[in-house]
């Protein structure tokens, strides 16, 4: 049973930063490819970032050199690190992957950014 639960989410002003943490169990950790998505209101889901099981990531252009998505093999963790929020960052977050053919998604944070 495969688990994913995100944390971090909460309400800040434009230009500050936040840490969102999703906490996995029921897989092998280190060798899935680890994905954070967000969804506005009235909006599609999309993905932000995504890591690979050897570190390599990659960005959605809207969040390039202000989002940094990273793991820890040893906590069964990836980090989403966003600096210099803006307001169109407001959205749900969720993490997600892939394990044995099966999409898994977290539970989601809220992220709200206001001016």
């Known amino acids: 049973q495969v688990h994913l639960v995100e944390s971090g989410g909460g309400s800040v002003q434009a230009g500050d930063s936040l840490r969102l943490s999703c906490r996995t169990s029921?897989?092998?950790?280190?060798?899935?490819?680890m994905n954070w998505y967000r969804q506005a209101p009235g909006k599609q889901r999309d993905l932000v970032a995504s890591i690979s099981a050897d570190g390599s990531t990659n960005y959605t252009d809207s969040v390039k050199g202000r989002f940094t998505i990273s793991r820890n093999n040893a906590w069964n963790t990836v980090f989403l690190q966003m600096n210099s929020l803006k307001l169109e960052d407001t959205a749900d977050y969720y993490c997600?992957?892939?394990?044995?053919?099966?999409?898994?998604w977290g539970q989601g944070t809220q992220v709200t950014v206001s001016s």
């Open positions: 997600q992957t892939t394990w044995k053919s099966r999409n898994f």
């Open positions: 029921g897989m092998n950790f280190k060798i899935a490819r």
